[in-house]
């Protein structure tokens, strides 16, 4: 592999597990105001912002919660999740500390809320791994546009040739694209639904990443 420089890091569905937890804590949402809805269907807008996600949701279910009462539902649904069955992505750990003991810098960015961010980091103890962390609050403009990773990029004063990018949804690959950083993804079972043929590579544990 190129000799990079920076290393960044999508969260959901790339460093851990979390897209499948999102999607059931988000259907447990909408069982609240009385609608049935299958958390697979988080499977077509995974790695999207979070006003299409969940109005996405809303159609499915036929509801029209008011959106920070239904956003707090999900958050107590979905860090019950988080506490019962968070993840690493196989490989992530070591992965990550390979990396750190070859003095590589490394990055967060994600669409994910800080609040999300901050309540998996500190559970997996990860937040000292990452120089910077970019939530879905440091960017007006979401993934699949660059704009989180550009800021990342300028952040550390790193070039887009030094750096790359690793993601699990084609709304993150092509953000990472976007922004002139080679793409790494990840696959696992529950992105079957989006095409990660872009990415310059695809992998399913980082240990395959590791010399």
């Given at each position: 592999?190129?000799?990079?420089?920076?290393?960044?890091?999508?969260?959901?569905?790339?460093?851990?597990?979390?897209?499948?937890?999102?999607?059931?804590?988000?259907?447990?949402?909408?069982?609240?105001?009385?609608?049935?809805?299958?958390?697979?269907?988080?499977?077509?807008?995974?790695?999207?912002?979070?006003?299409?996600?969940?109005?996405?949701?809303?159609?499915?279910?036929?509801?029209?919660?008011?959106?920070?009462?239904?956003?707090?539902?999900?958050?107590?649904?979905?860090?019950?999740?988080?506490?019962?069955?968070?993840?690493?992505?196989?490989?992530?750990?070591?992965?990550?500390?390979?990396?750190?003991?070859?003095?590589?810098?490394?990055?967060?960015?994600?669409?994910?809320?800080k609040w999300m961010v901050n309540d998996i980091l500190q559970a997996l103890n990860l937040t000292a791994m990452f120089e910077?962390?970019?939530?879905?609050?440091?960017?007006?403009?979401?993934?699949?546009?660059?704009?989180?990773?550009?800021?990342?990029?300028?952040?550390?004063?790193?070039?887009?040739?030094?750096?790359?990018?690793?993601?699990?949804?084609?709304a993150g690959i092509s953000a990472g694209i976007a922004s002139g950083c080679d793409v790494i993804a990840i696959q696992h079972?529950?992105?079957?639904?989006?095409?990660?043929?872009?990415?310059?590579?695809?992998?399913?544990?980082?240990?395959?990443?590791?010399l």
């Amino acid at each position: 592999m190129k000799d990079y420089q920076l290393f960044l890091f999508d969260m959901d569905g790339t460093l851990v597990n979390s897209e499948p937890l999102k999607g059931q804590a988000i259907a447990k949402a909408c069982a609240v105001y009385g609608a049935k809805v299958d958390y697979h269907h988080y499977q077509e807008v995974m790695g999207q912002n979070w006003g299409i996600v969940t109005q996405f949701f809303f159609d499915k279910a036929n509801i029209s919660p008011d959106i920070n009462e239904f956003n707090q539902i999900f958050k107590k649904r979905y860090q019950a999740l988080l506490l019962q069955a968070l993840q690493l992505t196989p490989g992530a750990l070591q992965y990550l500390t390979y990396l750190q003991l070859q003095g590589r810098t490394c990055g967060l960015v994600t669409s994910a809320a800080k609040w999300m961010v901050n309540d998996i980091l500190q559970a997996l103890n990860l937040t000292a791994m990452f120089e910077v962390i970019i939530t879905k609050e440091d960017v007006s403009k979401h993934k699949p546009d660059p704009a989180a990773y550009l800021l990342a990029l300028n952040k550390l004063s790193m070039s887009p040739n030094n750096t790359v990018i690793f993601e699990d949804s084609f709304a993150g690959i092509s953000a990472g694209i976007a922004s002139g950083c080679d793409v790494i993804a990840i696959q696992h079972e529950f992105n079957i639904n989006n095409n990660l043929s872009v990415a310059s590579k695809v992998i399913s544990d980082f240990r395959e990443l590791i010399l």
